[in-house]
């Protein structure tokens, strides 16, 4: 099975600050990363796809990069909106892993 | 407009049987696949199972492997999730997904709501 491993698991940040999430793959997942976003008692909400395809309707602050096994997730300029937690994703294989959650708080 | 919404969940004894649906609405159900994802409380995201849109293929994570059954029903346009032997472990808030196309390796777009089932210890 592949393991999704995100660091860090929380992270502080303010309104207006460029933030970076980091998502490892125990093997290679060639590109076939997802992002989600959680707010409490919601259900996630898909950011990214194919590890930096922006989701429709979803602002262009967010993006993605990586390939392989590391990706990462920016937020260029945070919004009060943005606090939440963020999940990776791979779907290169079955089980389709999640990462453990990075919260940003 | 797609509308995903589970039932089902409840108190269930460790050792017993429940069986989840989600009934989906708003887009054409044949042609996307479906998958089961839960979140125990407090808890992250698990992907649970996954089924095609034609059915002929299912995954499921090891940790439900041989107790729980995926399955569909193209014509009432549900999704259900059988679930045998149940644990304490299982407890959680089970989703229903929507992917963004047939297959199960692939993103998913659209989530219900859950539906909680409880394990006690």
């Known amino acids: 099975d592949i393991q999704m491993t995100q660091s860090p698991s929380t992270l502080s940040a303010s309104v207006g600050d460029r933030v970076t999430i980091t998502c490892r793959a125990s093997?290679?997942?060639?590109?076939?990363l997802a992002w989600y976003q959680q707010k409490p008692g919601k259900a996630p909400r898909l950011l990214m796809y194919k590890a930096s395809s922006l989701e429709s309707g979803v602002p262009s602050r967010f993006s993605g990069n990586g390939s392989g096994t590391e990706f990462t997730l920016t937020i260029s300029s945070l919004q009060p909106d943005d606090f939440a937690t963020y999940y990776c994703q791979q779907y290169n294989n079955s089980p389709f892993n999640f990462g453990q959650g990075t919260k940003l708080e | 407009e797609v509308q995903l919404l589970e039932s089902g969940g409840t108190l269930v004894q460790a050792g017993g049987s429940l069986r989840l649906s989600c009934a989906a609405s708003?887009?054409?159900?044949?042609?996307?696949?479906m998958s089961w994802v839960r979140q125990a409380p407090g808890k992250g995201l698990e992907w649970v199972s996954g089924i095609s849109g034609s059915g002929a293929n299912i995954y499921y994570a090891d940790s439900v492997k041989g107790r729980f059954t995926i399955s569909r029903d193209n014509f009432k346009s549900t999704l259900d999730l059988q679930m045998n032997t149940l644990r304490a472990e299982d407890t959680a808030i089970y989703y229903c997904a929507k992917r963004t196309g047939i297959a199960v390796a692939g993103t998913a777009d659209f989530w219900g709501q859950g539906t909680l089932v409880i394990v006690p210890s």
């Open positions: 093997q290679s997942i060639t590109d076939w």
């Open positions: 708003g887009f054409t159900f044949s042609i996307y696949a």
